[in-house]
């Protein structure tokens, strides 16, 4: 079972739409978590973290934690088309920045 | 010019060439890493180091080889390569001093084919 999961996708929003990217982790121990987006042909760029259960919010983005569900979600509020990209949930499970990324999930807003 | 600089950019090659890519950085980091990515794989780590002298396997070790030149330069190796090493591959660096916020910078990738 790979540590980080995520649903391939892809997902297609409308703009303006919610946008709800979803991963699960498999290791109770991982610390802190991290959202990356990757447009394509490009190189990765960390876009949120989150390390305690709840909400994180930044601008659109807000980052969920539920580490009793080993659960992670990002969701993008008013959809834009330049938010269209591959979304990579990582985790840390020692807090030395040795991050397991998932499949990540290429979202689409369509204009 | 980009921190993180990878050499080459796009190679191909044949099955049981040597191959080698190559890292260098110049954000003054002491955290190097290797990933490949493979369409729906994601981002597999092969080896990180941590300094000059400190080398680790990742999940996917097997049939790479790592250097540490210097504290810029993290270079990987495919001693063999064969056709399911075909994947891009990422150099990234981390501070030290920025542990724990999952903080990693990446070059641009070296895209490698082998035939």
């Known amino acids: 079972q790979k540590e980080v999961e995520q649903n391939s996708g892809p997902l297609s929003v409308p703009e303006g739409a919610i946008a709800s990217l979803n991963c699960t982790y498999s290791d109770r121990v991982s610390q802190s978590f991290f959202w990356y987006r990757q447009y394509s042909g490009k190189s990765p760029e960390l876009i949120m973290s989150i390390y305690s259960n709840g909400d994180k919010e930044d601008g659109r983005f807000t980052a969920q934690l539920n580490k009793a569900s080993q659960y992670v979600s990002l969701l993008i509020r008013d959809s834009q088309p330049s938010d269209s990209a591959t979304y990579l949930c990582a985790v840390d499970q020692t807090g030395a920045n040795n991050l397991f990324f998932g499949t990540g999930t290429r979202l689409t807003v369509i204009p | 010019d980009a921190d993180v600089t990878q050499t080459p950019r796009n190679r191909i090659t044949k099955t049981g060439k040597r191959i080698m890519l190559e890292c260098s950085q110049t954000?003054?980091?002491?955290?190097m890493y290797w990933y490949r990515q493979d369409p729906g794989l994601g981002l597999q780590l092969i080896y990180y180091s941590f300094d000059v002298k400190d080398i680790n396997k990742g999940e996917i070790s097997d049939g790479y080889s790592v250097s540490r030149q210097a504290q810029a330069k993290f270079s990987l190796s495919l001693e063999s390569a064969i056709p399911n090493q075909t994947a891009l591959y990422f150099c990234a660096t981390s501070d030290p001093d920025r542990a724990g916020t999952g903080e990693l910078f990446f070059g641009e990738g070296s895209r490698l084919t082998v035939l």
């Open positions: 954000k003054g980091h002491d955290r």
